[in-house]
């Protein structure tokens, strides 16, 4: 059931992807601001996105965001069955771009936190591929 469930997270942060690389393409850089948060007569600030999946097992959260890359995270909720989900609490991607700017993807899962400088940050094999 929590497999299954993970899907949620993966959707969500697929979202936050396209929506961090629209955000990029006009703007300097990428953003950690989920919601758009536009005043009338200004353009939105944010990805347009929400900070709770849709059955609300996960948060989503962008942790850091420059103009080359961002990390993203979905973490499970407390008091949902995801909270028992093992070393796939954590569920998140980084993007880091070269100098050309060729993007390099990692995807990540953990505990409570994510190694983005381990060989392997998909150690609990929670990205299904």
Do not use: H
Not at 37 to 45: C, D, E, R
Not at 95 to 123: C, M, Q
């Amino acid at each position: 059931m929590r497999k299954g469930r993970r899907a949620e997270a993966f959707t969500a942060l697929s979202t936050l992807q396209q929506a961090q690389e629209r955000w990029r393409s006009n703007n300097a850089s990428y953003t950690t601001t989920l919601a758009n948060t536009a005043t009338s007569g200004t353009p939105p600030n944010g990805l347009g996105v929400t900070s709770t999946t849709s059955s609300g097992f996960y948060t989503v959260n962008v942790g850091s965001a420059s103009a080359t890359g961002y990390t993203a995270t979905a973490t499970a909720s407390s008091g949902t069955s995801q909270a028992s989900d093992g070393d796939c609490k954590v569920l998140g991607v980084q993007l880091s771009s070269g100098a050309n700017f060729s993007g390099t993807v990692k995807y990540g899962s953990g505990a409570s936190s994510i190694v983005w400088s381990a060989t392997n940050p998909d150690a609990g094999k929670c990205w299904a591929r």
